[in-house]
């Protein structure tokens, strides 16, 4: 890695750090993208969520302070609304960066919208779905998409389109559920908030090094955009998993769902080619709060 992209994955890693409660699993997962960075996983992780004294230096160009604080602020509010330890850290990123504190309220504000999204509302697609398949399709397609842009709280948005497709899912089978058990459907097939950003940042920092941890967990998908293939084939296997766990009255195991998720992550994989050029063309007509926008409509 160059200096810059070194200085990201710092940050990005410290703000993982930042809310104090890292368990044994997250540390793990930390370890090993260090360790896929080729940094020393041990002393990166005794640093803790303490901002680099030289970091305004690193990134001395404006579009790298911005990465740098869009980064911290996607990865503290991928479980939820910042707490008080991990805005002192954004404070602190903040004033080392020298960044604008006008827009980083902006970016704070847009990553609340984005955490607190409600899952209940309308597909989040082009169109009306008429089936299920429509629906995942739809869903799968978006986040494939969001994996695209450049921004890292595009990585954050991926999340509330896939817990609006699950609650859509749940709500065909007479389920009314709420955003906390929609994500631990997530959690059952390793998709957790944090993961998923922190893997998002893995691919645009690492490419083939890493192709992300979350395309060793998951499975990723061969091509220039690996990054969108991974998303898409994660989000359409959750949709489908959803669509039979409900389906059966949510009688399947946590082992029994996870397998059914890596079959249908297969199959997304042989899909994926067929509806890269959707995914690559829905990417051009979006933006991050045109996602804050789709979230809001009930």
């Known amino acids: 890695m160059n200096p810059r992209e070194d200085a990201l994955l710092r940050v990005g890693i410290a703000a993982a750090l930042a809310d ?15 360790e896929a960075a080729g940094l020393d996983a041990g002393a990166v992780l005794a640093e803790g969520a303490t901002v680099p004294a030289d970091l305004g230096v690193r990134l001395h160009d404006a579009e790298g302070r911005r990465s740098a604080y869009d980064l911290a602020v996607a990865v503290c509010s991928a479980d939820g609304v910042t707490n008080d330890a991990e805005r002192r ?9 020298g960044y604008d504190e006008a827009a980083a309220t902006r970016e704070l504000a847009t990553a609340g919208a984005l955490a607190s999204a409600p899952v209940a509302g309308e597909v989040l697609g082009d169109g009306p779905a008429a089936t299920v398949d429509d629906l995942v399709l739809q869903h799968a397609v978006l986040a ?14 991926v999340i509330p389109v896939q817990l ?21 459907l997530l959690g059952t097939f390793g998709l957790g908030a944090a993961v998923q950003v922190l893997d998002g940042v893995a691919r645009r920092l690492l490419g083939g090094v890493a192709r992300g941890l979350l395309g060793k967990f998951l499975g990723g998908v061969a091509g220039g955009v690996a990054g969108a293939g991974t998303v898409f084939a994660a989000t359409y296997a959750l949709g489908h998993a959803a669509e039979q766990y409900y389906g059966q009255g949510r009688r399947l195991s ?28 829905r990417s051009k007509t979006l933006d991050v709060q045109k996602i804050v926008a789709m979230l809001g409509r009930r």
């Open 254 to 281: 946590p082992d029994d769902l996870r397998a059914l998720f890596a079959r249908l992550r297969d199959q997304a994989q042989e899909l994926y080619p067929r509806v890269r050029a959707q995914i690559e063309e």
């Open 89 to 97: 850290f954004l404070d602190s990123l903040r004033a080392e960066l």
């Open 164 to 184: 609006r497709m699950v609650y859509l899912v749940g709500q065909r089978h007479g389920m009314q559920l709420d955003a906390t058990q929609a994500k631990e």
């Open 144 to 157: 494939g998409a969001l994996e695209m842009l450049p921004q890292s709280l595009a990585n954050l948005a």
């Open 20 to 34: 104090g409660t890292c368990d044994a699993n997250e540390r793990r997962h930390l370890e090993r993208l260090a």
